[in-house]
């Protein structure tokens, strides 16, 4: 399985950012797909998930209403829309394969992309 991130950058606050998630080596249309964040000391955490069909999707509070995630079965990508960036949104994003998304859970996955760096200036 190969997971890749792209997008990530250098952003003022207020600034738009769309992360994108290119996999291969597994069958897209059958797996939840999600993205997480982890800032220098700081434990990583889930910030959206979505369901294998896009029916579901569930976000952290702190970035509900900002980001929206979404996927692209036929490309076998995972998009991640940020907007009205915050500096406490600073963080190594990463796409992440295969983990529960449902009743709000963001789950743990199953492999990892090697993370995108978004860094958002005051």
């Known amino acids: 399985v190969q997971v890749v991130e792209s997008g990530g950058g250098l952003v003022q606050a207020g600034g738009s950012l769309r992360l994108s998630c290119s996999t291969s080596?597994?069958?897209?249309?059958?797996?939840?797909m999600g993205w997480f964040r982890q800032a220098p000391g700081k434990e990583r955490e889930g910030v959206s998930c979505?369901?294998?069909?896009?029916?579901?999707?569930n976000y952290r509070d702190s970035v509900k209403g900002r980001f929206t995630i979404s996927r692209d079965n036929a490309k076998n990508t995972l998009y991640l829309q940020m907007n009205s960036l915050k500096p406490e949104d600073t963080a190594m994003y990463y796409c992440?394969?295969?983990?529960?998304?449902?009743?709000?859970?963001?789950?743990?996955?199953?492999?990892w992309g090697q993370g995108t760096q978004v860094t958002v200036s005051s």
């Open positions: 992440a394969v295969g983990g529960a998304c449902y009743d709000g859970r963001i789950g743990v996955p199953g492999y």
């Open positions: 080596g597994l069958t897209f249309d059958d797996v939840n």
């Open positions: 979505v369901n294998w069909s896009g029916a579901i999707t």
